[in-house]
């Protein structure tokens, strides 16, 4: 048996990968990782009626942004190649027809329109239809049918699926590593289809040829697949796999941040917050997506943030490295109960994560968004404004709108400053302090800021007599960050400039 942990993250291409998927591609590598075993990427393409263009592709780049390396797998390669479903096409018919040949699946020919009517009819007396032992006997398949026919149908060349014969009443008591214990009956299920009639698998068939061949060893996926647990360990056992069966964990759902329910796509749009990692425009509708990445989010915060839905470290710490969280991520400390997501816990996230990135790679960022407005800076400065105004920001485009005020001197004044502050005696005020700021020789914040305290001191007034209007010539708003750092980096012929202009521009009174 082979004891080395294996995991796959293995999406179907039926869209942009969302929150949740990534929480769940996280997951898978966070266990990987702490294992020493590998992390692989399976793309599970056999539906090709939801077959999305560009979708594995968005797949992919996604997990690199996130920087979850994929050791094996599309994309990469790796011993057990092909892992895009669709190229191991002709592997799964064998496995079908060996579950025929075993007595656990069966032929079956029904046409789409009659199964149509047995749910019609179903639905209209206020019931469900079931495909399973309860009516298979009366239905259009090789366990009802007499051999000739079956035989003939098949010489005909008639279309059909392999069901799995779904045992009558069995108590499964399965195990998951998440939840412990779980039990199903097998009196409630149906005899879900393997093999379909375009020659492809179904997702339940390809899924556990593919986990038992690829030697996984462990499937960590969403709450939403437990239901199909049963018939998952069932093909193993039918299969002969059962010994070397992979361990199973159904990670809890992420919830709406309000209300009940499953986060969806929508609810981003709705409450303004992206659902996916990157921008995504659906090809089909001309839907376009917002993505984290877009909006600003720092990887490493991204990943925290979702590490953090359904895990729980067991301590107060929050912030945590790809590294840290690969070390200390075990499946135990995955709560059962569903996570709530918050736009609001996302943004504080990556507020922390900002703080500590250094201000020339921040500065850099700038410039890309400075550059995409047409905005002409100082790029020699751009390091010290990041410093001066990251600990407001959460993004680095919040560094950008709160340090407008640096590339260009205000174009106009906030009226309700200019009224408060701007009095009769402030023009020669200004002047004043002009003259004391033209005498300060190194224009370091500390040398201005102690040589106008000295002056306020000396004129006896109160300092906000003089801070309140300077604030507004120099950077036309009434507050903002510390007004002796601003014009540091402003420097001094620019912030003598600016107090004679307002001097020039604003007049007292309303
Ligand atoms: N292809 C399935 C999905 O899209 C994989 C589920 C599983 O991990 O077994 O989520």
């Known amino acids: 048996m082979n004891n080395r942990v294996r995991v796959r993250f293995a999406p179907s291409p039926t869209g942009a990968l969302h929150l949740g998927g990534v929480r769940t591609a996280l997951f898978n590598y966070l266990f990987a990782r702490h294992h020493g075993g590998d ?91 079931v495909y399973g032992g309860r009516n298979r006997r009366a239905l259009k398949n090789s366990l009802a049918l007499p051999p000739a026919e079956v035989r003939g149908l098949l010489d005909a060349g008639a279309s059909h699926v392999i069901r799995f014969k779904m045992p009558a009443y069995e108590e499964l008591v399965l195990r998951d590593i998440i939840r412990g214990e779980v039990r199903f009956n097998t009196y409630l299920l149906d005899d879900k289809v393997l093999f379909k009639a375009d020659g492809m698998p179904t997702y339940h068939l390809a899924n556990v040829v593919d986990d038992h061949l690829m030697q996984i060893s462990h499937v960590i996926r969403g709450e939403e697949w437990l239901p199909s647990l049963p018939l998952h360990v069932l093909l193993y056992r039918a299969l002969g796999w059962e ?40 090809p089909e509708t001309g839907e376009k997506w917002r993505g984290y990445k877009e909006d600003g989010y720092l990887p490493e915060a991204f990943i925290n943030m979702l590490a953090l839905l359904g895990w ?21 400390c995955v709560n059962k109960s569903g996570a709530r997501f918050s736009p609001d816990k996302a943004k504080w996230f990556n507020h922390k994560y900002l703080q500590e990135k250094p201000d ?55 009226e309700k400053g200019r009224r408060k502050n701007w009095k009769e005696e402030t023009p020669a005020l200004m002047r004043e302090l002009a003259g004391v700021l033209a005498g300060v020789a190194d224009f370091t914040a500390a040398a201005t800021e102690a040589a106008v305290r000295a002056w306020v001191t000396g004129k006896e007034i109160g300092l906000g007599k003089v801070m309140n209007p300077f604030r507004l010539a120099i950077i036309g708003a009434a507050d903002g960050p510390a007004l002796f750092e601003i014009i540091e980096i402003l420097g001094k012929e620019e912030t003598l400039a600016r107090l004679a202009t307002a001097v020039e521009r604003l007049r007292a009174g309303n």
């Open 39 to 129: 992390f692989l990427l399976r793309v599970e393409d056999t539906d090709q009626a939801r077959f999305v263009p560009g979708a594995e592709e968005y797949i992919i780049n996604a997990l690199k942004w996130c920087g979850l390396t994929v050791d094996e797998g599309v994309g990469v390669g790796g011993p057990f190649a092909p892992y895009r479903q669709s190229e191991r096409k002709a592997l799964y018919r064998q496995f079908a027809l060996d579950l025929v040949a075993s007595g656990h699946a069966y032929l079956a020919f029904d046409p789409a329109g009659e199964l149509d009517e047995h749910r019609a009819a179903a639905e209209a007396k206020g019931e469900t239809f």
């Open 243 to 282: 010994r070397t069966m992979p361990q199973f964990a159904h990670l809890p759902l992420i919830l709406k941040p309000v209300g009940n329910g499953k986060l969806s796509k929508r609810d981003g749009n709705k409450m303004g917050f992206p659902v996916f990692p990157m921008e995504f425009t659906d």
């Open 360 to 414: 020339a790679e921040l500065a850099a960022s700038l410039a890309l968004l400075l550059a995409d407005e047409g905005i002409h800076y100082d790029e020699a400065r751009l390091a010290r404004v990041c410093h001066l105004l990251k600990e407001r920001a959460n993004f680095v485009s919040d560094i950008r709108d709160a340090s407008r005020f640096f590339y260009s001197a205000p174009g106009s004044y906030d």
């Open 312 to 332: 729980n470290p067991g301590t107060e710490q929050e912030i945590f490295s790809l590294d840290e969280l690969c070390e200390q991520f075990t499946l135990e």
